[in-house]
Structure formats: C-alpha cells, structure tokens
C-alpha cells in the first residue's frame, strides 16, 4: 500500500515493512516498523509538510535507540507499506 493520505493510517497493520528514499543513506531502505510505540498507546502520524511531502512518523525495530531510548524515524517522499505476515 502506498501511504498517501491520513486516512490510510486506520489501514496501516500494527507491525510492517515500510519502504522508501532515506535521504541519510542515499538508498532506498526498508525497515521493519510498528506502528504504536512499544507497549503504550502512542501512536506514529502521518502528515504532508510544508513543501507538500509526504511523512511518516513510525517506530524503527531496526534502529539503535538514541540518548533518549526512542527509535521514532521519519519516512518522506513515496512511502510503501506491507503487512508482516
């Protein structure tokens, strides 16, 4: 599913692969993400910026947590996301 829309966000399953352009790495990558903040209620957002991108705040179960224990990422540009299985 391409994340274009807020509204994909319901569709969006609990645990997935989310692919796309990390600026960072100059490659595309894929992760495996969550969507709601490791045993809590706190959910990851999706907006449009302002220069119109698309954006993805999600958990990164790939990513060394920094100072503060978080592993937030943000997704931009075209986003894909598919379901664990």
């Known amino acids: 599913m391409k994340l274009d829309s807020s509204e994909k966000m319901d569709l969006i399953p609990e645990t997935f692969y989310i692919t796309y352009y990390a600026q960072k790495h100059s490659k595309i990558i ?36 920094n100072e503060n224990g978080n592993q937030w990422r943000q997704a931009t540009g075209l986003i894909t996301v598919k379901g664990v299985e």
């Open 30 to 65: 894929t992760r495996k993400g969550l969507k709601f903040k490791p045993n809590t209620d706190t959910q990851g957002k999706y907006f449009v910026s302002k220069d119109e991108k698309p954006c993805f705040i999600y958990w990164d179960c790939n990513a060394e947590p």
